[in-house]
């Protein structure tokens, strides 16, 4: 490009500029020669009878392809707010119908409950004993003195949180609580004496488990979020003192002000636990066919009890 | 004039008819849409230059789609499908682009 400009051109940079400066398609420069050489004379445009059936199919076919492919990229887009939309739908409604036969549930609990205490009216002692079992189970709504404990994951990662060194706060660490910290709170509170304890309104029973799935903490197999509320029935005064000394409220107490999470536990003076869907034991047994309800550990009397009749 | 009434006319059954595309077809849409859109500004610049050809507009737009999606098959193929369908629009969008400019200076003379 210096000097002589055309000669110097090597293959490629012909290449280049041929395709820069051909744009339009050799067939028609070569179509039009034709015509030339065929008949000069002639008149210039020769009307032939494909002429217009070409064009008319060749245009609609542009057409059809430049529409095909807009309406099939627009249409791509809603497809999958629509699927999405569908799947949130699916889910709230399947929701709203799990809620609907829990609440089914527990009315045909209650219902079962008051035909059986009419049976059982008689005999006190018999429908007290069944209460006090229930109770144990959670199966039914629990209500008495005790202790809550709210923790909640930090409402958002601002920067005015990070007052320490750099890397003392994760960035973005917005979900810092998982079913472990739920779990040690519930283990503290069971092995402060707690007789009952619901998390987020689930109630825990023997069969409870508090696990984590993605990123939704899981009681029961029932999805809970983040202020996390755990009620714990019990000797108020004991549970607070108890929870309070323990090491795990001074952990807790430690990640409020390092992650920012919020932690606060306090003295109930009426908590009232919902009850549990019951679920039926299926494969365990009593060991012995008339285990007195107050000594679970049955091998202690072998004796004047043991043996099937 | 009947090649903008049928230019209407496809895009009209386009919209009524709604096809499906087979998902095998899908990546290749976009490459026919470039080399109708080469075929065309390629037609009206041949009409404007007195050389238009019903027979080669056809056959080229035909020829351009076919060998634009073959090209970007190939690629798919043997792993450079994404470059190769960047080539294929970049040599159409360079013939569009002139072509559009020859337009422009046989339209308004400048």
Request: aromatic share 0%; net charge positive.
């Given at each position: 490009m210096t000097s002589p400009g055309r000669r110097s051109l090597n293959t490629a940079e012909l290449l280049l500029a041929e395709l820069v400066t051909n744009t339009l398609d050799p067939g028609y420069a070569a179509a039009a020669r034709r015509r030339e050489q065929r008949g000069?004379?002639?008149?210039?445009h020769p009307p032939r009878w494909h002429d217009h059936v070409a064009i008319v199919v060749g245009c609609l076919l542009v057409g059809f392809v430049v529409v095909i492919a807009y309406v099939h990229q627009n249409r791509a887009a809603p497809d999958t707010a629509t699927v999405h939309d569908a799947l949130v739908q699916r889910v709230q409604q399947v929701q709203a119908s799990t809620d609907q036969v829990a609440a089914q549930e527990r009315a045909l609990a209650a219902n079962v409950e008051s035909l059986r205490n009419a049976a059982l009216g008689s005999d006190g002692g018999l429908s007290a004993e069944l209460q006090q079992q229930e109770l144990l189970a959670g199966t039914v709504a629990a209500k008495g003195p005790g202790l809550q404990v709210s923790l909640s994951d930090p409402v958002a990662p601002t920067?005015?949180?990070?007052?320490?060194?750099?890397?003392?706060v994760p960035v973005g660490?917005?979900?810092?609580?998982t079913d472990a910290d739920i779990r040690s709170v519930v283990n503290q509170l069971w092995s402060d004496g707690a007789e009952a304890i619901s998390v987020n309104d689930v109630r825990l029973t023997p069969t409870s488990a508090i696990r984590l799935a993605g990123e939704a903490v899981l009681v029961d197999f029932q999805p809970i979020a983040s202020p996390y509320v755990i009620r714990a029935i019990g000797n108020a005064n004991s549970l607070d003192t108890a929870f309070a000394s323990s090491s795990i409220a001074s952990r807790y107490q430690t990640l409020q002000g390092v992650s920012g999470i919020s932690f606060t536990f306090s003295e109930q003076t009426s908590v009232t636990l919902p009850g549990s869907s019951s679920v039926m034991p299926r494969y365990a047994q009593a060991s012995s066919s008339t285990t007195p309800t107050s000594t679970p550990s049955s091998s202690s009397t072998p004796s004047s009890t043991g043996g099937t009749r | 004039m009947i090649a903008v009434l049928a230019l209407i006319v496809g895009v009209v059954a386009g919209l009524l008819l709604k096809p499906t595309v087979p998902t095998a077809l899908e990546p290749y849409l976009p490459i026919a849409v470039i080399a109708a859109l080469d075929a065309v500004f390629g037609g009206a610049r041949a009409r404007l230059d007195g050389i238009f050809d019903s027979k080669v507009f056809v056959v080229s737009f035909v020829s351009n789609v076919v060998v634009a999606a073959l090209i970007v098959f190939l690629g798919d193929k043997l792993g450079v499908g994404g470059q190769l369908s960047t080539a294929v629009v970049v040599v159409l969008g360079i013939r569009i682009f002139g072509n559009a400019a020859a337009i422009r200076r046989h339209l308004f003379h400048a």
């Open positions: 000069a004379e002639s008149s210039p920067p005015a949180q990070t007052a320490g060194r750099k890397g003392t660490a917005v979900q810092v609580l | -």
